[in-house]
């Protein structure tokens, strides 16, 4: 990902769809290490151990997320879950970001294809 200024990410708590708005525009896509087999397995041991790991594996998530944001000046966070909100809310926390906008947005699962046509649409409008 290189001179973009905006960026459009997808997310959910097991993966993100990172966007540039270029032309034409491609997607990169970041996991999140914690899988539902490991929360599964946890939860059979220690609810509270799982609970913490799962915490532990999303700020992991969440600050690799926001190490490729940080190279942006306008993000749109959308998504069918709270990660969104919660990605918002670590980066809003971290002073190297108060000069980045970023904007969150409900979305259902999407195709590829309705994922590039939503940046794209929400771009135009902002």
């Known amino acids: 990902m290189t001179a973009a200024t905006k960026l459009g ?40 151990l799982m609970h913490n790991q799962e915490q532990h594996r999303h700020a992991e998530y969440y600050k690799e997320l926001g190490e490729i944001i940080r190279n942006y000046e306008a993000v749109i966070l959308f998504g069918p879950t709270d990660a969104k909100t919660e990605l918002h809310n670590v980066l809003r926390a971290d ?29 135009s409008k902002h």
């Not at 966007?19 to 220690?46: C, I, W, Y």
């Not at 970023?102 to 939503?118: C, G, L, N, R």
């Open 9 to 48: 990410i997808w997310i959910d708590h097991s993966s993100a769809h990172v966007m540039e708005l270029t032309d034409p525009m491609k997607t990169m896509v970041v996991a999140s290490n914690f899988s539902h087999q490991q929360k599964h397995h946890s939860l059979g041991r220690n609810e509270n």
């Open 95 to 123: 002073h190297r970001f108060s000069n980045t906008q970023i904007d969150v947005m409900p979305a259902d699962k999407m195709t590829e294809s309705q994922q590039h046509a939503f940046v794209r649409e929400y771009f």
